[in-house]
């Protein structure tokens, strides 16, 4: 299988179950570029809030967007894979703002392909019953923002091919300023 190199630094985001931790290392690999798994930059806090049901507000969001911000910055040029939810426009307006050459790939999918998949997961904090506030807050990607959507539908080969071949349809990113 042949590697595209890219210097993008590429957030994987969507809803809770679409697969960014999934697709996200898979991603990394095909583009030859470390991953960093979104989740760990929580605070515990957020954590221990996700875990009793309770949504995150975007207060609690800041440090967490934040710290994968930093992590994306200083990736610039080198490229990166890092998974966030980026649900609103604003939070990935944050991303960008700590690192202007960021590119989204967006996992989509329905509402039920999505909750069937979170029922099957084995050991992560996030509940089903936060998917609806989730689908409520997403802002999907717009026309001015630099990213692709991608179908969740089929395989995780299948998914991250989709997203290889969409992310070789946009542009180089230009010279890195530090």
């Known amino acids: 299988m042949q590697q595209l190199h890219t210097p993008h630094v590429v957030v994987v ?11 996200g ?3 990394a690999a095909r583009l030859g570029v470390p991953y960093a798994e ?8 957020n954590i221990a809030k996700m ?4 949504p995150l507000t975007d207060e609690d969001r800041w440090p967490w967007l934040d710290a994968i911000g930093g992590w994306a910055h200083g990736r610039a040029g080198l490229g990166g894979v890092v ?5 609103k426009r604003s ?12 590119v989204f790939v967006h996992l989509t999918g329905s509402r039920e392909l999505i909750e069937d998949r979170m029922s099957h997961r084995q050991g992560h904090f996030m509940p ?12 999907p990607l717009e026309q001015d923002e630099a990213g ?4 969740v539908a089929g395989s995780p080969e299948e998914i991250t091919e989709r997203a290889v071949q969409a992310l070789k349809a946009l542009p180089e990113p230009g010279p890195v300023t530090r």
Do not use: E
């Open 148 to 151: 692709v959507a991608v179908d």
């Open 91 to 102: 939070y990935r307006d944050r991303l960008r703002a700590a690192a202007p050459g960021v």
């Open 83 to 87: 998974s966030s939810s980026a649900l």
């Open 128 to 139: 089903t019953a936060l998917l609806d506030s989730q689908f409520a807050t997403l802002q």
């Open 25 to 27: 290392p898979l991603l």
């Open 51 to 54: 875990t009793a049901g309770t």
């Open 13 to 23: 985001m969507g809803v809770a179950g679409t697969g960014k931790t999934t697709i």
């Open 38 to 45: 979104g989740d760990d930059f929580h605070p515990p806090a």
